[in-house]
Each structure stands twice: as structure tokens, then as C-alpha cells.
């Protein structure tokens, strides 16, 4: 009987927590999009390590007035640098950007996760053309959720 | 008494147990705020080695120019920011400011700015014209150009002004949108002689004057139809020279990171009379696949001015297209720019330049490349460029 409940109990905190985990992932998808869609439109990608979660804030600001982003593409893109933001620490600025496991060299066409977070790539991604691949997205939101 | 446990002194200790928690959770949430938190400094600078080649002649320069560009985010919906450039010319520190502008960000598709800003005629000249981003050393010939001994025309400098802005993004779906700016600025006056005189900005693309369309606006390039088309200066002042007023426009529609086109135009009265008109239109466009990207722009301009009493138009086309593609940290770069002849009433006032610039990119990083170009203008000089720029 004692189980039965705690299996009851279970499923309901899952059912609580599952509306709050898609739409996290949702957003983590979302913001992966729109930076392939809109970072590389005029420059290359930049690496999250290259700023602190704070001065992201501030470059998007920027960004969003140069580029005529909508704010909620600005945070959407925001959120995603931040979640990968590898070289971020509460010391401030990482000058080096963390060291990654692509194999590849630094090549913004083919890999711009490489410099978005110093993600690990599989070869040949090209998400700046718009259209990211399903497993991309999923390999970064699994990296976006690691503590 | 004192050691017996009730569910109210329970209750107590799991609150206060819990405060550290959420004091600590409130800190990570909204850090203590300094007064420079939302200060930032960015900007680029280069490096660059020209050698010319000039039938029989041959020069060699080197310059460096840095812009840095000041940020302020004040909150979540002001931000202030600055571009100022500093270059080396003469023997002397020459100091521009590029644009100082207030945007106010509050609402989800609109963006506002006051200021001085880049004006949103066609797209190079407002976004790609940094030298980590240009993907040659020196804009295409609609843009200016040219200190150090290259001294050359073009149709517009990079164009900035002082005014108001409003811009509009309206999303689609997931892959397209709209983009529209819309602007009133002071506009254009009549260039002094100094700010025209064959002198049309650095490698970084910087330049607020445009020699005008210049058949012979000063001495500097006598012209043999004796038409004298005075040059045009934007946002050089703080001042108005008349009370008309600069208005232009640019829409755009956006596909993803693959397409994207633009078609934007202005018009304005750039003498003290407000009475000649000067127009201008712009179309670019861009498409990228995969390591690919092909842009290119063309605009013209009509330009009233006096002449012996009479009120001629000049009008000027110009187009530029560019290829690059991306092979491993390399870059090869291709552009083909065409200056058109300006015609006064069906005769020629200037001559066309045309220009085919081969680049080829190594990318230290991804805002630092190492750029070698070879520039052949077809009815002038040669030139070898290696410039090292880098985006901070």
C-alpha cells in the first residue's frame, strides 16, 4: 500500500516537473536557433568564454540595437551563451578560453559551437546556415543543463 | 520545557535554517549592482601595410587605427554607446567620433536611438565595415576610403548622422522576418574643402565626407566638363545648416543565417536655402550556404546642384559584389566594385572606376584575421595589402 502511494506521489511530482523541463529545453532550443540564425549573419561567431555572463548582457544589448534583434531573440540568445559559458567564473574573466575536445581547429563555418562555448563539436556542423541539426540542438542542451 | 520540541519551534528552526539558503539564492539572482556593472569597452584596430603601384611609381605605407567602442547598459532598457577612432595621420593623432547614441530598449520589437548613429543605408556601411568583420582590408568602392596616399572616390562615406531612429522587427515564423528602420537626421551640408579633398577615410572604412560625386568640387581633380558638383559632409556637426531635415528608410526581410535583402533610401536639402536636394537608393543583399557567402550592394545617387543659374542633377550608380568561402581557418575572398560615371544632363562628369580585389584571410581567431589582398583598379593602381585586424 506504502509503495503504491510513494509510486503515486512520484509520478505526480514528474508531472509537476515535466511542463517545467520542456519548456526549458524548449527555450535552450529556441535560443540555440536564433544564435545560428543571427550571430553569423555579419561576423563570425564569437566565443562565450571570450566575455563573463555579465558582460554578455551588455554586448547583447548591442547587439540588439545594431542588428534590430527582438528582445526576446536577444534574450533567448542571451540565455544560451550564459548556460555555456565554460569560461565564466565568479573571479571574473577567463583571458583564455577553456580548452575543447574538437579535434578540429578553430573553424567558425564548421563548428560555431566550438566558439560559442568551447562546446565539443562533432565535424562539420554548420548551424549558421539556419538550419541546426536535431542532435545538435540536443547535444548542446545537454551540455547547457551540466552544472 | 526548554527541551521540548514543538511543531512551532520546528517550523522556526527549518525557517531559519533556510535563510542562508535563500539569502544566498536572492544574491546569485540580482548581484549587488556596482555603478560600472554595465560598462563595457569593445571595438577593433588594425594594422595595415599598403604598397601601390602606379604605372611607374611605387609607394609604401604603413598605418594603425583603433576604434574603440564604449558601452553603458543602464538597466534592461537604456543603453549608451560610443565609437570613437583614433588613427595616426600626418604626424598628428586624429580623433572621430563614430557614433555616441542612446537606444532605448524597453519594447519587445522596437528599438529606439538618439544621437549620432549609423545610418542604415544599405548594410555595409552600418554593420560590415569594421575591419575584423570586412572581409577585405578596404571597403568596395561605393564606400569611402583611402588615407596614406590612396586617394580615391566613392559614393558615400560610411554615413552616420545625427538624429532619431526608430526600428522595427517583426518575426514571421522561424526563419523569416521583417526588419525596418526609419530616420530623420540633420542631414548633409556642402563639404569644406578640406573635408573632400580626395581623402575618403581609412582601411577601417571611416570618413564622413563624400567628395562629391565630385567632378571637381575643389581643386583636387580638375574636371573637363567644368561641372562643379560641391561635395557632401554627414554628421560632421552638432550644428543644422538648414531647417530641412534628413529623412530616410530601410526594410528588410531575413531568412534564417541564409538570405537576407535589404532596400533602403533617404532624401534630404543639403544647402542653406534648403533647396537642393540630394536622393539616394540602396539595394543589397546577401546569401550564404554552408561555408559560402556571396553579398552585394548597388545604389545611386542623384545630386542637385547650381550651375551658371541653372539647376542641374548628378547621378551616380554603383555596385559591388563578393564572394568568400571558408576552407579550414583560410578564407579566400573575391570582390568586384564598380564606381559608375557620373552624368550631368547625359554627359559624363567623372570618370567609372572599376576594381577587382582578390583577399585571402587566415583567422587566428575568430575576430582576429591576418588579411593579404591584391587590389587592381582597372584604369589605375595596383595594390598589396596585408592587414592585421582584431575585434575585442
Not at chain 1, 526576446?72 to 567564473?89: C, D, K, M, Y
Request: glycine share 10%.
Amino acid at each position: 500500500m506504502r509503495k503504491r502511494w510513494n509510486l503515486i506521489a512520484g509520478m505526480g511530482v514528474a508531472l509537476l516537473l515535466l511542463p517545467t523541463a520542456t519548456a526549458a529545453q524548449q527555450m535552450g532550443a529556441e535560443g540555440v536557433r536564433l544564435w545560428s540564425q543571427n550571430c553569423g549573419r555579419c561576423h563570425n561567431f564569437r566565443p562565450a568564454a571570450e566575455r563573463t555572463d555579465r558582460e554578455w548582457v551588455t554586448i547583447m544589448a548591442h547587439m540588439r540595437a545594431r542588428a534590430n534583434l527582438t528582445r526576446s531573440t536577444a534574450e533567448e540568445i542571451l540565455a544560451f551563451l550564459q548556460s555555456t559559458n565554460v569560461g565564466e567564473s565568479t573571479a571574473g574573466r577567463d583571458p583564455v578560453p577553456a580548452p575543447v575536445a574538437d579535434a578540429e581547429p578553430r573553424v567558425d563555418g564548421e563548428s560555431p559551437a566550438h566558439d560559442a562555448g568551447a562546446v565539443p563539436m562533432p565535424h562539420g556542423v554548420s548551424p549558421p546556415n539556419g538550419f541546426p541539426q536535431p542532435w545538435y540542438i540536443s547535444i548542446a542542451l545537454l551540455r547547457s543543463a551540466e552544472p | 520545557m526548554s527541551g521540548r520540541y514543538t511543531p512551532f519551534r520546528g517550523l522556526l528552526l527549518s525557517v531559519m535554517g533556510l535563510l542562508p539558503f535563500v539569502t544566498a539564492a536572492a544574491a546569485q539572482e540580482e548581484p549587488a549592482r556596482t555603478p560600472l556593472a554595465g560598462f563595457l569597452v569593445s571595438g577593433y584596430g588594425s594594422a595595415t601595410y599598403n604598397s601601390i603601384i602606379e604605372e611607374d611609381s611605387f609607394q609604401s605605407n604603413l598605418q594603425a587605427a583603433v576604434s574603440p567602442i564604449l558601452l553603458y547598459n543602464m538597466g534592461s532598457a537604456l543603453l549608451f554607446e560610443t565609437e570613437l577612432e583614433f588613427e595616426l595621420e600626418d604626424g598628428s593623432t586624429k580623433t572621430t567620433l563614430e557614433y555616441a547614441q542612446i537606444n532605448y530598449l524597453g519594447f519587445d520589437r522596437i528599438v529606439l536611438t538618439a544621437g549620432k548613429f549609423l545610418l542604415p543605408f544599405g548594410v555595409f556601411s552600418e554593420r560590415l565595415h569594421p575591419s575584423w568583420i570586412n572581409k577585405l582590408p578596404r571597403p568596395p568602392l561605393l564606400y569611402g576610403h583611402g588615407h596614406g596616399g590612396v586617394a580615391e572616390g566613392a559614393l558615400t562615406p560610411i554615413l552616420s548622422d545625427v538624429g532619431l531612429m526608430g526600428r522595427y522587427s517583426l518575426p514571421l515564423d522561424d526563419l523569416w522576418s521583417l526588419d525596418l528602420s526609419v530616420y530623420v537626421t540633420q542631414g548633409p551640408r556642402e563639404a569644406e574643402h578640406d573635408e573632400g579633398d580626395g581623402e575618403e577615410g581609412d582601411g577601417d572604412g571611416h570618413a564622413h565626407s563624400v567628395r562629391g560625386l565630385s567632378a571637381s568640387a575643389s581643386a583636387a581633380q580638375p574636371d573637363e566638363h567644368d561641372f562643379e558638383i560641391p561635395g557632401l559632409a554627414f554628421g560632421t556637426n552638432f550644428s543644422d545648416n538648414n531647417d530641412s531635415k534628413m529623412l530616410g528608410a530601410r526594410l528588410g526581410v531575413i531568412r534564417g543565417g541564409g538570405f537576407e535583402a535589404y532596400l533602403s533610401g533617404f532624401h534630404a536639402m543639403y544647402d542653406a536655402d534648403d533647396y537642393l536636394d540630394v536622393v539616394g537608393a540602396n539595394l543589397s543583399a546577401e546569401w550564404r550556404r554552408g561555408k559560402f557567402e556571396l553579398r552585394g550592394e548597388g545604389a545611386i545617387l542623384w545630386q542637385e546642384f547650381e550651375q551658371d543659374a541653372e539647376f542641374p542633377t548628378a547621378r551616380t550608380p554603383a555596385y559591388y559584389l563578393q564572394a568568400s568561402r571558408r576552407v579550414g581557418d583560410f578564407e579566400p575572398v573575391v570582390r568586384w566594385s564598380h564606381l559608375m560615371e557620373t552624368k550631368v544632363e547625359g554627359e559624363v562628369a567623372r570618370d567609372e572606376r572599376r576594381q577587382l580585389a582578390f583577399g585571402l584571410n587566415y583567422w587566428l581567431r575568430p575576430s582576429v584575421p591576418v588579411k593579404l589582398a591584391f587590389e587592381v583598379d582597372l584604369d589605375g593602381a595596383e595594390r598589396l595589402i596585408l592587414q592585421w585586424a582584431y575585434g575585442f
